[in-house]
């Protein structure tokens, strides 16, 4: 692994957003290089350390899982990859930011969505499910546990929020209601089809992928496109198959050990309060959590 980096700095390229994790760049009119740090976000506040070699594994995991999915693997439905060497776009002097670390991707329309899928009940869809015995509008069986596993995987889209701000669970209905109902429903569709490949695919390292999180585009030509990163652990719900039981959440390979860690920490005798300024990572809380999004990888590869 190359060394941490939290921030991006590249000035070959113009800047077109800086995203919790992701630094995005634009390469001529029509694609975008992402470059993904070593920053972490919890409860929506950008921590202060970066964790060594996590944007690294993030991007290997999504090109892992592009491949799989995509054209050259089950080819569910287009990607945004254009399969440039992102050390080809910047200067000399700038490869080193890039390396390993970052796509050059096609230049998309984002929808207002986010296209989430769960196969387990966990997190919000959790905490919807004791309110109303449903989530997003979706009816589900009575007496279901927190991690339960559903009889088949349900859509449960939310809208994107501000940079900041929480994603707002909406219902199927309030998807046709923003992108029209034939996008909708290609958008579900496509997304329970990723959800159901990749789970198949993760089962196999001993990996239960409880919930996940897609992102699509459209091109110039109107052509649906999944795009961002995925199926990493900063988008879905990655839990070890081996130490599942219903009933509770299974330690996740994903940043759950730092948010138990900050829900802990005192700050001048009080809790964090979930708002910038984060406290400051002790190191072994920067490498606890390094080894989490790292031993996701290591099984991963070995499928």
């Known amino acids: 692994m190359s060394k941490a980096l939290h921030t991006s700095e590249l000035h070959s390229l113009a800047l077109l957003a800086r995203g919790k994790v992701r630094d ?6 029509d694609r975008i290089l992402m470059v993904a740090s070593d920053r972490i976000s919890a409860y929506d506040v950008i921590m202060n350390e970066p964790i060594p070699g996590k944007g690294e594994l993030l991007t290997q995991m999504a090109l892992f899982w592009f491949n799989k999915l995509g054209p050259n693997g089950l080819d569910i439905c287009p990607n945004h990859l254009t399969g440039e060497d992102p050390t080809h776009v ?3 002097q700038e490869r080193d930011q890039v390396l390993n670390r970052s796509m050059v ?16 009940l966990a997190g919000s869809g959790w905490s919807e499910y004791k309110q109303n015995q449903s989530v997003c509008g979706v009816a589900l069986p009575p007496n279901l546990k927190n991690a339960s596993k559903l009889n088949e995987p349900i ?7 501000e940079m900041g701000e929480h994603d707002e669970n909406i219902t199927f209905d309030q998807v046709v209601k923003t992108i029209g109902l034939e996008l909708a429903e ?5 997304s329970i089809k990723l959800y159901l490949a990749a789970s198949e695919i ?3 390292s001993g990996i239960i992928i409880a919930d996940t999180k897609f992102e699509f585009g459209l091109d110039a030509q109107g052509t649906l496109v999944l795009m961002d990163e995925i199926l990493t652990p900063d988008s879905s719900r990655y839990w070890p198959a081996e130490q599942y039981k219903e009933g509770s959440n299974p330690p996740s390979f994903d940043k759950q050990f730092l948010r138990d860690w900050l829900e802990s920490v005192l700050i001048n005798g009080a809790h964090w309060t979930k708002t910038p300024p984060a406290p400051r990572l002790p190191s072994d809380v920067i490498q606890k959590t ?4 790292k031993e996701a990888w290591i099984r991963l590869s070995t499928v």
């Not at 859509?155 to 929020?161: D, E, L, N, S, Y």
């Open 290 to 293: 390094a080894e989490k999004y």
């Open 202 to 204: 993760a089962a196999k």
């Open 105 to 120: 991707v096609k230049r998309l329309k984002p929808l207002p969505i986010e296209a989430v899928v769960r196969g387990y």
């Open 186 to 190: 290609k958008v579900r569709d496509y």
């Open 90 to 92: 910047v200067s000399v």
């Open 24 to 29: 995005n760049y634009a390469v001529g009119q």
């Open 155 to 161: 859509f449960t889209p939310a809208a994107k929020a």
